[in-house]
């Protein structure tokens, strides 16, 4: 294993780490109530921190009914955490790396809060005006800056291979078949 490889994983590591870090010490202060900021404007119409119990995905999509239904997506969240720990250990850019860390380091945290809680504690609460928009914690937040990081990668990065028009013309034959 060359040391860029080696390098690169550890950027991956590191981002897992300090995205579940930070998303679990964030919500046991909160929590615990050692600091009662529930209901706290911290942006006037723009942030603001409510507490919120979420059983579902993102926006509280698939909200299962069930503990077999929240044991279905636990198991197909872990099932996406274990495919991202893959793509990070194989990635060849530490900052492709380092964004997929982060997305598996927020995947980390929110499938800590099912397991704990059954539930995703979410508390930042996103307005526009009187207007809420969503309601998320820090494990979201790494989990969005992953992607973008990751979709500005490929906006940015050309790929090593020949764009098309660096190819060579193909010749096209009409002889197959002819003796």
Known sequence: MSDRSVRTRLWAAAAIFAALAADQAVKGLLLSGTVDLNGTILIPGVVNIDFAWNRGVSFSLLWPNSGLGSLLLSVGAACIVAALLVWAFRAHRARVAMAIGLMIGGALGNLVDRYLYGAVFDFLV???GGMTLFVCNLADIAITLGTFVLLIDSLLTRSAGPRWSDREPIE????????
């Open 126 to 128: 996103m307005r526009v």
């Open 172 to 179: 096209i034959r009409n002889d197959v078949g002819k003796n």
